[in-house]
């Protein structure tokens, strides 16, 4: 029988208290920067949190700051590397399994810097990180992200040929309704990627949350499903009232993978 589709959410340490009891949520997804690169004493508190807790950390995202640049001149392996193995080694503690590569301002291509070389920059740092999260269990999945957040890999189509034509064993990708949507990609791009998409986001139109605007939810996990997707799949929003509100986006996308087809069970 089909598993269920596990639902998270992306939040902040802040909201954890709202998640813990919230009904039908899976998981938390988590943001690098803001809560596992925390001072060490705020770390383990964070993680304090998740000790016999009913959330699982499952996945993690907001990877790098806009400051740790992967391509262009300002470029440093050795620093992403430093970064990443405490990111990483923090993340395998809250038990995550999938680390989202967005980090749209860290892997823009400055104005005049050559794109094949950046390109070729972004090849090494994903291997550099990959190599570390797959030592620890962690699955990196490269988040394409829309143009007015990066000019590297802006379609799920364009990341996943990148994923192929260099080889890259073992990296996976995330696929984001919100993205797809606003570079105008059509859906259809799920099932030629679909060994490869590894996690999700959703969000309705606007990128408010689901239940608050109309959304395309159904359609996208369908399509999901239909390439015999595996993965979870996170609310990734902008919110008026978070407590407020989210009750209602986690139920919105619960119902709407049960319209597309997924187990309820």
Do not use: K
């Not at 990180?129 to 829309?146: D, F, K, N, Q, Y």
């Amino acid at each position: 029988m089909e598993s269920p589709l596990s639902i998270g959410c992306c939040a902040g340490e802040a909201d954890l208290a709202v998640l813990q009891r919230l009904p039908g949520l899976d998981f938390v997804e988590l943001p690098v920067t803001r809560a596992l690169m925390s001072d060490a004493a705020a770390f383990e508190q964070l993680a304090g949190r998740f000790v016999g807790g009913r959330l699982a950390a499952r996945a993690a995202n907001v990877f790098l700051p806009a400051e740790l640049r992967v391509v262009g001149p300002e470029a440093s392996l050795d620093r992403l590397s430093e970064y990443t193995v405490t990111a990483l080694d923090r993340a395998r503690r809250l038990g995550v399994e999938v680390l989202v590569f967005g980090s749209g301002r860290s892997r823009s291509v400055p104005a005049g810097f050559a794109h094949e070389r950046a390109l070729d920059q972004f090849e090494s740092a994903v291997r550099a990180v990959h190599e570390e999260a797959s030592a620890r269990g962690v699955t990196l999945a490269i988040e394409p992200l829309h143009a007015e957040e990066t000019n590297l890999l802006t379609s799920v189509a364009e990341a996943a040929a990148f994923i192929r034509d260099r080889d890259l064993a073992g990296v996976r990708l995330t696929a984001d309704l919100w993205h797809m949507r606003c570079a105008d990609e059509d859906l259809s791009a799920l099932a030629g990627a679909s060994d490869l998409v590894a996690h999700a986001h959703v969000a309705a139109a606007e990128r408010w949350a689901p239940g608050q605007a109309p959304d395309e939810i159904v359609d996208f996990l369908g399509h999901l499903r239909a390439a015999g997707y595996g993965g979870g799949c996170s609310i990734e929003c902008r919110w008026t009232d978070f407590a407020a509100e989210v009750g209602g986006a986690v139920a919105r996308v619960r119902a709407a993978a049960a319209a597309a087809g997924w187990s309820t069970a």
